[in-house]
Nanobody
Framework: QVQLVESGGGLVQAGGSLRLSCAAS????????MGWYRQAPGKQRELVAT???????NYVDSVKGRFTISRDSAKNTVYLQMNSLKPEDTAVYYC????????WGQGTQVTVSS
């Protein structure tokens, strides 16, 4: 089971930026697409960004144009650059494979104040 550790979350004001990191215990990017997921209180976890084996990216409409997913295979790390943050982006953010595996890391909390 690959281990995934998210970091980089925090408290920011609306309009601010954060860069999340997801460190994997080994390089899984050659065999798995990766995604960033988020879960807000009382809501179901949703997939917000995907990067495929070939590096193509996709985003849920609500974050399109504001979020950018990327990866650095040499560092076994996936990133999520989040700009122009909105209060509705407040959630715990997780990384995982796509389709997601059974193991979830602890996530990293992103809180956007108005």
């Amino acid at each position: 089971q690959v281990q995934l550790v998210e970091s980089g979350g925090g408290l920011v004001q609306a309009g601010g930026s954060l860069r999340l990191s997801c460190a994997a215990s080994r390089n899984i990017f050659d065999i798995n697409a990766m995604g960033w997921y988020r879960q807000a209180p009382g809501k179901q976890r949703e997939l917000v960004a995907t990067i495929t084996l070939r590096g193509s990216t996709n985003y849920v409409d609500s974050v399109k144009g504001r979020f950018t997913i990327s990866r650095d295979s040499a560092k076994n790390t996936v990133y999520l650059q989040m700009n122009s943050l909105k209060p509705e982006d407040t959630a715990v953010y997780y990384c995982n494979t796509k389709p997601f595996g059974d193991y979830w890391g602890q996530g990293t909390q992103v809180t956007v104040s108005s």
